[in-house]
């Protein structure tokens, strides 16, 4: 079995690192400490799983999914007012989807010419 050597896996560990301890420096309620926390170490988690398992191409669609979750959690459990936590949750939701979308198997083979679209 060979290691993962996609940029996605590890970026998806290093974003969900940062999303799990973000609350130690920002002011968060609740609501906000658990999304980020739970969802971040989810994404982790699928990350490393990937990179365990370079086959499993459901990683990348279970990382687009925790993304949507975490750039919609701000509204779901009510801490939109507060600025910092909201904006991480955004910007890490948006940028998980990002790498999820570029890890996807059909994207992967465009960006590497074998998807039936002739590379330039």
């Not at 420096?25 to 739970?38: C, E, F, H, N, P």
């Not at 975490?70 to 991480?88: E, G, K, L, N």
Request: avoid cysteine.
């Amino acid at each position: 079995m060979k290691a993962s050597t996609r940029w996605q896996d590890y970026a998806a560990v290093v974003i969900g690192a940062f999303a799990a301890l973000s609350p130690l420096w920002l002011d968060t309620s609740v609501g906000a400490r658990w999304s980020l926390i739970v969802l971040g170490v989810l994404v982790a988690l699928v990350g490393l799983a990937r990179m365990a398992r370079p086959a499993m191409a459901t990683a990348d669609y279970a990382i687009g999914v925790f993304g949507v979750l975490m750039f919609v959690s701000p509204w779901v459990m009510d801490f939109h007012t507060t600025t910092a936590t909201a904006w991480t949750a955004w910007v890490v939701g948006v940028l998980m989807v990002l790498v999820a979308i570029a890890g996807m198997p059909a994207m992967s083979a465009r960006m590497h010419g074998r998807g039936g679209v002739a590379a330039h």
